[in-house]
Nanobody, 123 residues
Framework: QVQLEESGGGLVQAGGSLRLSCAAS????????MGWFRQAPGKEREFVAY????????YYADSVKGRFTISKDNTKNTVYLQMNELKPEDTAVYYC????????????????WGQGTQVTVSS
């Protein structure tokens, strides 16, 4: 079974940067896409970004476009989320997700999920 493990979260001042990592283990290293979601206290889960495993196509939520960059390392079976110009409203638990089925990705109903990593941006 595929397992996802996020890392890189922490406390940062507004305007600062963080890079999140999501390492996949178990199963096969081939996915249709891997993505990032986030959930702030009292709010629903929010889509952040995804990257197509083959080809590298990316898509971003409007709230993070221009500030966040998603990338991957096929050799390490790892996806990254570089977060720049962080704002207090970016504070949330960030979750990594993956799926081999393009229909699941299109519906934002990923099969595999990590445990999450906390990102806190102070004013």
């Amino acid at each position: 079974q595929v397992q996802l493990e996020e890392s890189g979260g922490g406390l940062v001042q507004a305007g600062g940067s963080l890079r999140l990592s999501c390492a996949a283990s178990g199963g096969t290293p081939t996915y249709y896409a891997m993505g990032w979601f986030r959930q702030a206290p009292g709010k629903e889960r929010e889509f952040v970004a995804y990257i197509q495993w083959s080809g590298g196509r990316t898509y971003y939520a409007d709230s993070v476009k221009g500030r966040f960059t998603i990338s991957k390392d096929n050799t390490k079976n790892t996806v990254y989320l570089q977060m720049n110009e962080l704002k207090p409203e970016d504070t949330a638990v960030y979750y990594c997700a993956a799926d081999r089925n393009p229909l699941n990705v299109a519906r934002q109903r990923y099969t595999y999920w990590g445990q999450g990593t906390q990102v806190t941006v102070s004013s």
